[in-house]
Antibody
Framework: EVQLVESGGGVVQPGGSLRLSCAASGFSFSDYSMNWVRQAPGRGLEWVSYIRTSSSLIYYADSVKGRFTVSRDDARNSLYLQMSSLGAEDTAVYFC??????????WGQGTLVTVSS | SYVLTQPPSVSVAPGQTARITCEGYNIGSKSVHWYRQKPGQAPFLVVYDDTDRPSGIPERFSGSKYGITATLTISRVEAGDEADYYCQLWDTNIDHGIFGGGTKLTVL
C-alpha cells in the first residue's frame, strides 16, 4: 500500500526540541521530493519545508528557518524534521507530503506536536 | 509574501453547484491545486494544475482559472462533500509553498 506514516509527535516544553519522522512505503521514495506541512488547532494549512531528491535542494518557511532542519534517508525510506527552540506557535499537527511537480499528491495522517509547560 | 485569498465559508443545498474561489496576484502564471480536508483527516488532492483531476476523483469536481481568480467547482453537491477546501500553489520567486486560508463548505 502506498502510504506515509508520521511519528515522533508529543508534548514538549517551550524552548525544547523534537524530531519527527515520516516512513514511506509502497513507492520509490528516493524518486520523490518531500514536504512538511503543519496545521495549528482550528487553523489552516501552512507549508513548512521542502527537500528535493538526493537532498539536493532544501527550503524552509520563514517562520521556521534557522530552527527546523529537514533531512531524508533514502535507504530507510524516511523523512525527518528536527525541530528546536520550539514555541507555542509551533503547536500543530505536522503532515509529511509527497511532491509531484508543485502539488502534494500523497499525505500522511499527521502527528501532533504540543508545545506547553 | 504571496497571499491566496479564499472566502471563509460557502453554503449550498444538496444537488446544487458550489463554487469556491481563490484569488492571488498574477495567479494566471502559476499552477493552482485544490485539496479537501474533512475533520480529523489529512488533506486530499482533488484538482491539480488548475484543471486536472487525480484518478478516482469524480467529474463533479472541476477547476478553472480566469484573471486573478482560480475556482473549484463542485457540481451536484452531496452531503459527503462537506469539508474544508484549500487552494495551493508554489511561489517560484521565493521557493515556498503557499496555501489559501481555506473555505468551509457547508451542505444545507
Amino acid at each position: 500500500e502506498v502510504q506515509l506514516v508520521e511519528s515522533g509527535g508529543g508534548v514538549v516544553q517551550p524552548g525544547g526540541s523534537l524530531r519527527l519522522s515520516c516512513a514511506a512505503s509502497g513507492f520509490s521514495f528516493s524518486d520523490y521530493s518531500m514536504n512538511w506541512v503543519r496545521q495549528a488547532p482550528g487553523r489552516g494549512l501552512e507549508w513548512v519545508s521542502y527537500i528535493r531528491t538526493s537532498s539536493s535542494l532544501i527550503y524552509y518557511a520563514d517562520s521556521v528557518k534557522g530552527r527546523f532542519t529537514v533531512s531524508r534517508d533514502d535507504a530507510r525510506n524516511s523523512l525527518y524534521l528536527q525541530m528546536s527552540s520550539l514555541g507555542a506557535e509551533d503547536t500543530a499537527v505536522y503532515f509529511c507530503a509527497r511532491t509531484s511537480t508543485t502539488f502534494f499528491d500523497l499525505w500522511g495522517q499527521g502527528t501532533l506536536v504540543t508545545v506547553s509547560s | 509574501s504571496y497571499v491566496l485569498t479564499q472566502p471563509p465559508s460557502v453554503s449550498v443545498a444538496p444537488g446544487q453547484t458550489a463554487r469556491i474561489t481563490c484569488e492571488g496576484y498574477n495567479i494566471g502564471s502559476k499552477s493552482v491545486h485544490w485539496y479537501r480536508q474533512k475533520p480529523g483527516q489529512a488533506p486530499f488532492l482533488v484538482v491539480y494544475d488548475d484543471t486536472d483531476r487525480p484518478s478516482g476523483i469524480p467529474e463533479r469536481f472541476s477547476g478553472s482559472k480566469y484573471g486573478i481568480t482560480a475556482t473549484l467547482t463542485i457540481s451536484r453537491v452531496e452531503a459527503g462533500d462537506e469539508a474544508d477546501y484549500y487552494c495551493q500553489l508554489w511561489d517560484t520567486n521565493i521557493d515556498h509553498g503557499i496555501f489559501g486560508g481555506g473555505t468551509k463548505l457547508t451542505v444545507l
